[in-house]
């Protein structure tokens, strides 16, 4: 099945930074989510993006499908954007899941 | 338009009992996931339906697990004879195809706990 991939597994940022996050998929993928889970364990739509780039305020992200890999991108981070980011792709009805890359921003 | 539901939010029983979990959809969305996700982990699929017809089963949903979804609309998840090893949280999330779009949307989930 497929293999996802998270970097990295851990990030501290301090209020103000930007970040990188990064998804690698062991093959092709036809349905590509991004997720951030709260404190509470809610998982919240950030992006649907199986090719291409999307903005949402701070938030970016960008697919490269031929090369199996997605970036999300978080600018002038704040507090509220701690927690956990997950990445999943799936080529039939289900999403397979990364690990996950747990942000810590400081105040 | 509200967003997927989930009862009860917490179910702390003994070990050997069966427990259910319900999960209610966003209105009109035909597909119905299950996922459960264990600490430190990410979610991993169970299963899922579309409309009532129930179109696949990870080899995680062992025979003590059966999921149903009677009306193609809510859909409720059973443990049988459950084991410490169950405990987890339960993510039930719903789609539906709409402009070449299908993303799932994730309720809060049912967070089980074993003793």
């Known amino acids: 099945g497929i293999q996802v991939e998270q970097s990295p597994p851990d990030l501290i940022l301090q209020e103000g930074a930007n970040s990188t996050l990064r998804c690698n998929f062991s093959?092709?993928?036809?349905?590509l989510q991004w997720f951030h889970q709260n404190p509470w364990g809610q998982l919240i739509n950030l992006f649907y993006i199986p090719s291409g780039t999307k903005q949402n305020g701070r938030l970016s992200a960008t697919t490269v499908a031929t090369e199996r890999y997605s970036l999300l991108y978080i600018s002038s981070s704040q507090t509220t954007d701690s927690g956990v980011y997950f990445c999943a792709g799936g080529s039939q009805g289900n999403l397979i899941f990364g690990k996950g890359t747990k942000l810590s921003v400081k105040p | 338009d509200t967003g997927v539901s989930q009862d009860p939010r917490h179910k702390i029983t003994k070990r050997g009992q069966n427990v259910t979990f319900r999960c209610d959809p966003i209105?009109?969305?035909?597909?119905l996931y299950w996922y459960r996700q264990t600490l430190g982990q990410g979610p991993e699929f169970l299963t899922y339906?579309?409309?009532?017809?129930?179109?696949?089963k990870s080899r995680l949903l062992s025979d003590r697990f059966s999921a149903e979804r009677p009306k193609g609309s809510f859909s409720t998840l059973e443990i049988q004879r459950t084991e410490q090893g169950d405990s987890a949280m339960y993510l039930c999330?719903?789609?539906?195809?709409?402009?070449?779009?299908?993303?799932?949307?994730f309720g809060p989930g049912t967070r089980l706990t074993v003793l």
């Open positions: 209105s009109e969305h035909n597909r």
């Open positions: 999330a719903s789609s539906i195809l709409e402009w070449g779009v299908r993303a799932q949307y």
């Open positions: 339906f579309q409309n009532e017809a129930q179109l696949e």
């Open positions: 093959d092709s993928v036809n349905n």
